[in-house]
Nanobody, 115 residues
Framework: QVQLVESGGGLVQAGDSLRLSCAAS????????MGWFRQAPGKEREFVAS????????VYADSVKGRFTISRDNAKNTVYLQMNSLKPEDTAVYYC????????WGQGTQVTVSS
């Protein structure tokens, strides 16, 4: 059973950067696609970015393209989300997901961007 734990969230100002981490335990996630999602208050959870097992293939939501970068360190069983040029509309709880059937989710980490 895979457990995912996100960290790195916080309160920042618009234009600042944050790096989120998602550490997996229980079993390796090396062979799986990993993703980041977010959920703002009163809104549905939305896709942010995903990365394939090797790290060579990534996909981004249009809203974060060019500002966010997803990466992974398979030796550490960890996935990262580097977030630059943050905007107030990026405020949300950010969740890590392992594309396993059924999908495995972390507990989330809060990111708040003030204007």
């Amino acid at each position: 059973q895979v457990q995912l734990v996100e960290s790195g969230g916080g309160l920042v100002q618009a234009g600042d950067s944050l790096r989120l981490s998602c550490a997996a335990s229980g079993r390796t996630v090396t062979g799986y696609v990993m993703g980041w999602f977010r959920q703002a208050p009163g809104k549905e959870r939305e896709f942010v970015a995903s990365i394939n097992w090797s790290g060579r293939s990534t996909v981004y939501a249009d809203s974060v393209k060019g500002r966010f970068t997803i990466s992974r360190d398979n030796a550490k069983n960890t996935v990262y989300l580097q977030m630059n040029s943050l905007k107030p509309e990026d405020t949300a709880v950010y969740y890590c997901a392992a594309y396993i059937a059924p999908r495995v989710w972390g507990q989330g980490t809060q990111v708040t961007v003030s204007s």
